[in-house]
């Protein structure tokens, strides 16, 4: 085997050079290339697929039956390469016919193959063909083969698109209609906006991707990355725009990425490999990606988001496609499009002229949506196909609040979007008025709301809000974007500035949840697993790699000196987890008094139920916490088996079912007769119905995103608690059909305001 990924593909990309240097036709070509990748990954099958009139055709083969070469074909989502053309995944198996989506074509002989490996071929950001492996032996291909079939790809989609094999994208970028159309999207900044579409920037295409001279791309990436920090720099020196401090935490943080060595390192790795610069950042670019699609945590995945935007920005200098929509100047009013955006993208562009922001991807949690809020920008997100129904200078109307966009509206359609504008107006001025108001009944019961963070700066969520503190700190996101395991010391700087900032707000930090869909390739080297979300992960994985825990452990006591201290344990299924979890810290506790060190004045402990099966052993946990939070969204996908990362399942379930509501009902019943504090820290509790439905069970605290917080405390103001908890009491002791329609109704009876 290949001792690395670099080495293995620059012995593949140095025969490649030679084959596509040939004056042999295409077909010839890929003839020779199948040979190369199978004799250099020691594979007995390697197939070329290419998407032709819209069906992927077996184009080349090196072990399948030669008859078979542009007969088998497959619909885009047959068998295993039309499900990684489809979804642009890679699939890894050691039994194919094991993998749901396998379908068996007989006139390819592939029946005596038990492995199989696939990657897409990417052409403009979409899948134009399949590049796959086999062998007889039911075996998983290693990390460092994969890493070469992926590189091997990018090749290939240049060879095939110089040869012409492939459909060309053609209408695709352009709209198809002059008609008013309307598009969904998901909210990430409320407002609403009139302008004209502007898009970012234009594709940049990558038509070189094997490089004549490795030493000459390595120092036009070095140049280009320090063009790239200048311009940073530039950013954060220049960063004085009257919206507060919180312009400074992100681009203090956009920084750590523009200087991290380890993505320089990757890039560089690539380049070793015999790509370009172009096509070594854009390698790396898509790893990334694929690492994004694998993170089954909004928060965390939304992170990544910065170095997608510093990989586009150093792509434009390598290439010398400089121009933005921000350097061209916008000329009028305007919505900028664009596929995802970082925050220095954002703060480039002229505010007078930049009215609202419309992005293919996306979310609550970016830290574009941070800047864009402070900035008063609206931000529709999750806008799918914007190149096929939206052209350059269309009229948008933007509605962030309804999730919706408008191209090329009509006269009345503007009329109606100026008369919803006025009525907006007042409400958004009333939700800001809330913002140091307490959240309290109209029967006089306080409750406590909180915001879910995950760095530094989105502590200053709470003042934006006026929340009561932050409820759930994520604090595996610095380990998550670090290319080593992050020392004790950046730790307990990054808690100390944490709480710093919050001041006497509490903040509850989650210990470290890794493992599963957020693996740290320089930690984990586990196999991969099939079921991640319920695999070795959170509490299980810390309690066995304990060194990982007694170093947080010290940082988070050694941070919160003279202060409270709020931890709380992810993924705990049994008492005696959580036990030992305590005992830890306890005893690093004692370690650090013996050596004089200042501690917290006091230590409070609690624990994640997510896992169903805590919910048995109340009477076991209960006496040992000082609080419990429900994570709602774990929870529900393990009591319904649906995933909630699975498209086909997201309406499988519904939060306010009797199921859950009855549910959570056990555990708040006895967390309250015991004294413990109990809150709800998943996305449940941000959606005001939902949320009034776990008040009425009992529910007294809540941590939801910041966004939800206004229009959250409106509803807690209008409600009067002692009827909603007698009504959902009648409702669990007999459910109706529709549980979901009778809390609404009665909303609405009781003037429970859930706009």
């Keep these: ?49 290419l998407l032709r009139e819209g069906v992927l055709e077996l184009f080349a083969t090196r072990g399948l039956d030669p008859a078979a070469v542009h007969v088998t074909k497959l619909a885009l989502g047959e068998g295993l390469v039309g499900t990684i053309a489809q979804h642009n ?20 002989g592939e029946d005596r193959y038990h492995s199989f490996a696939g990657v897409p071929i990417i052409r403009r950001e979409r899948a134009v063909g399949v590049l796959a492996v086999q062998h007889a032996d039911p075996r998983r291909y290693e990390d460092v083969e994969i890493e070469a079939l992926q590189t091997v790809a990018m090749v290939l989609s240049e060879l095939i698109a110089n040869a ?50 490795t030493e000459a791309e390595r120092h036009r990436v070095y140049a280009a990355f320090d063009k790239m920090r200048e311009q940073i720099d530039r950013i954060a020196r220049e960063a004085e725009f009257g919206v ?74 390598v290439s010398g496609q400089m121009g933005t929509a ?61 190149r096929r129904l939206i052209a350059e200078g269309d009229l948008l109307l933007l509605d962030v609040t309804e999730g919706t966009l408008t191209v090329r509206p009509t006269g009345a359609m503007e009329e109606a979007f100026e008369a919803s504008l006025a009525a907006r107006q007042k409400r958004r001025a009333a939700y800001a008025a809330l913002r140091d108001v307490a959240p309290v009944t109209k029967d006089g019961h306080r409750l406590t709301v909180m915001v879910n963070a995950g760095l530094r700066d989105d502590v200053a969520a709470l003042d934006v809000t006026g929340a009561d ?34 001041g006497a707000r509490p903040v509850i930090f989650r210990t470290v949840d890794i493992g599963g869909d957020k693996a740290l390739p320089y930690l984990i080297h586990a196999e991969d697993e099939e079921n991640p979300a319920m695999g070795w992960r959170a509490l299980r994985l810390a309690l066995e790699r304990d060194g990982l825990m007694k170093a947080q452990a010290r940082a988070l006591l050694e941070a919160a000196a003279g202060r409270t201290l709020n931890v709380m344990f992810p993924m705990v299924s049994e008492a005696w987890e959580f036990d030992e979890a305590r005992a830890l810290f306890e005893k690093q506790r004692d ?76 555990v708040a019943v006895p967390a309250a007769q015991a004294g413990v504090p109990i809150g709800v820290c998943g996305e449940m509790g941000g959606r005001p119905l939902e949320a009034m439905a776990l008040i009425g069970i009992g529910i007294d605290r809540l941590s939801i995103t910041p966004a939800a917080v206004g229009p959250v405390k409106a509803m807690i103001r209008s409600l009067d608690r002692g009827a909603l908890t007698a ?29």
């Excluded at 999207?185 to 594709?203: E, I, N, S, T």
């Excluded at 946990?621 to 969204?633: H, K, M, Q």
């Excluded at 009648?730 to 529709?738: E, K, Q, S």
């Design 164 to 213: 012409g094999l492939i459909d060309q994208a053609g209408p695709r970028d352009r709209p198809q209609s002059t008609a008013p159309t309307r598009i969904a999207g998901q909210k990430l900044v409320d407002g609403m906006a009139v302008g004209c579409a502007v898009f970012h920037q234009p594709r940049i295409h990558i038509e070189h991707t094997v490089a004549e001279d």
């Design 727 to 755: 009504f959902i009491e009648t409702l669990l002791a007999h459910p109706p059909r529709d549980m979901r329609g009778a809390l609404a109704r009665w909303a609405a009876d009781q003037g429970v305001e859930l706009a």
């Design 244 to 317: 507060g401090d919180e312009h400074q935490e992100v681009i203090a943080t956009y920084k750590m990425f523009a200087y991290d060595e380890g993505w320089a390192r990757r890039i560089n790795e690539a380049i070793d490999s015999g790509l370009t610069a172009e096509a070594a950042i854009e390698r790396v670019q898509q790893r990334t990606r694929q690492r994004m699609r694998e993170i089954d945590d909004p928060l965390l995945a939304d992170r990544m988001h910065d170095l997608e935007d510093l990989s586009n920005r150093l792509l434009r200098i």
């Design 326 to 386: 921000a350097q061209m100047g916008l000329r009028q009013d305007t919505i900028l499009i664009a596929r995802n955006l970082g925050p220095a993208e954002l703060l480039e562009y002229d505010r007078r002229r930049l009215k609202g922001v419309v992005l293919e991807e996306g979310s609550l949690t970016a830290h574009v949506t941070i800047v864009a809020r402070a900035m008063g920008v609206p931000v529709l997100g999750r806008v799918r196909d914007v």
């Design 591 to 666: 370690f650090l008094a013996s050596r004089g060190k200042r501690l917290p004045l006091e230590v409070k402990y609690g624990a994640m139920l997510e896992v169903p099966a805590l919910a048995f052993q109340l009477d076991l946990l209960l006496p040992a916490v000082d609080f419990l939070s429900i994570g709602t969204n774990d929870l529900t996908q393990f009591l319904f088996a649906a995933d909630r990362a699975n498209p086909k399942l997201a309406e499988r379930y519904d939060w306010l079912s009797t199921s859950i509501l009855r549910f959570l009902r056990r």
């Design 89 to 108: 995944e890679v699939l890894n198996l050691d039994e194919a016919a094991s993998h749901p989506d396998f379908a068996y074509k007989p006139e390819t």
């Design 1 to 49: 085997m290949p001792v690395s990924a670099a080495r293995s593909a620059r012995e593949i990309l140095v025969n490649l050079h030679d084959v596509m240097a040939a004056r042999s036709n295409a077909q010839a070509k890929l003839n020779s290339v199948v040979e190369i990748i199978g004799e250099a990954l020691d594979s007995e099958v390697c197939s070329i697929y």
């Design 469 to 502: 503190g932050i409820g759930l700190f994520r604090t595996e996101f610095q380990f998550l974007v670090s290319a080593t395991l992050p020392q004790r010391e950046r730790q307990q700087r990054l808690y100390r500035e944490v709480l710093d900032a919050a």
